[in-house]
Nanobody, 124 residues
Framework: QVPLVESGGDLVEIGGSLNLSCIAD????????MAWFRQSPEKEREFVAG????????YYSDSVKGRFTISRDRAANAVYLQMSNLKFEDSATYYC?????????????????WGQGTQVTVSS
């Protein structure tokens, strides 16, 4: 089990910004693709953004494209999600996820390790 620890969730006003962090324990994950997912009580867990192991490629869901940016710092074993122009519908628990094999995927079933989640609430 490789722990992934998210942080940075908070209550933020609509239109505001927030930065999430995910720290992976161990060097093995510096060469694996990682992603952010989110889940609200009424919905299935959904893909938000993913990043190739070397950071050269990023992927976004249509709902966050242009507003969110995923990045990683391999030296720090960290993956980040910068969120801007937040909307009510962005409210959710955000999860960091990692795969054991190469290739970013958008399905929950394709990820092997998950963090405990961090709550983002967007309010007026």
């Amino acid at each position: 089990q490789v722990p992934l620890v998210e942080s940075g969730g908070d209550l933020v006003e609509i239109g505001g910004s927030l930065n999430l962090s995910c720290i992976a324990d161990g060097q093995a994950w510096t060469r694996k693709p990682m992603a952010w997912f989110r889940q609200s009580p009424e919905k299935e867990r959904e893909f938000v953004a993913g990043i190739k192991w070397d950071g050269s490629l990023t992927y976004y869901s249509d709902s966050v494209k242009g507003r969110f940016t995923i990045s990683r710092d391999r030296a720090a074993n960290a993956v980040y999600l910068q969120m801007s122009n937040l909307k009510f519908e962005d409210s959710a628990t955000y999860y960091c996820a990692a795969r054991r094999v190469l290739g970013v995927r958008t399905a929950v079933r394709d990820y092997d390790y998950w963090g405990q989640g961090t709550q983002v609430t967007v309010s007026s």
